[in-house]
C-alpha cells in the first residue's frame, strides 16, 4: 500500500497558531524542522502541541504530500516558502495521502490509523497566500492516530 513512500520533511511546534484562534491574530509559534521525532502511542509527537491534547484524537499527527506543496509554489509563484507553513508534521513524498483514510499503515516501524483529512481552512491564505485555501480543497493532507511507539527520520536525499 505504500510503495516508495519517503519522509521529505518533519515539523513540530510548542504552540497554536490557528487553531482555537478564529477571529483573533493568528500566533507566533515558530514551526520547527527537525531531523528525527519520537511518536509516542496513543499520545503524539514529543514537542508538539498535540502532544496529549485528548485523549484518542483524531490528529495526533498530521500529514502532507510535497507533492501538493510543489503545487502550490507553481500555481502560486511562492518561492520563499517551505511546506512548514502548512503546520502539518510529517511531508511525504510518493504518497496519496487520501487512500489511508480508515486505514492502518506503517513508516519507518511506527504503525499510524489514517482518520480524516487535514482540511485546509482559512488560515492557509494567510500562511501561505490568498487562494491557498481553496486550491487545496480535497489536499489538505492527513489527520492520524499513532498506534506504536517509535522514532522518524527524515529520508537521505
Excluded at 483573533?24 to 503524539?44: L, M, N, Y
Excluded at 514529543?46 to 484518542?56: C, L, P, Q, T, Y
Excluded at 517551505?82 to 513524498?93: E, Y
Amino acid at each position: 500500500m505504500l510503495g516508495n513512500v519517503r519522509i521529505a520533511g518533519l515539523f513540530i511546534s510548542g504552540g497554536h497558531n490557528f487553531f482555537g484562534h478564529y477571529g483573533r491574530e493568528a500566533g507566533e509559534s515558530p514551526t520547527i524542522s527537525v531531523e528525527q521525532v519520537e511518536c509516542v502511542a496513543g499520545k503524539g509527537l514529543m514537542g508538539d502541541r498535540f502532544f496529549e491534547h485528548k485523549e484518542n484524537h483524531k490528529g495526533q499527527v498530521t500529514f502532507f504530500e510535497f507533492e501538493t506543496f510543489n503545487d502550490l509554489c507553481r500555481r502560486f509563484q511562492v518561492m520563499d516558502k517551505n511546506p512548514g507553513v502548512f503546520r502539518r508534521n510529517i511531508v511525504t513524498l510518493g504518497a496519496n495521502l487520501n487512500d489511508w483514510i480508515g486505514k492502518e499503515f506503517e513508516i519507518q516501524g511506527v504503525w499510524f490509523e489514517g482518520t480524516e483529512e487535514a482540511a485546509p481552512c482559512l488560515w492557509m491564505n494567510h500562511a501561505f497566500c490568498q487562494g491557498t485555501e481553496a486550491a487545496m480543497k480535497g489536499r489538505g493532507g492527513l489527520r492520524a492516530r499513532i498506534l506504536t511507539d517509535g522514532m522518524l527520520r527524515v529520508d537521505a536525499k
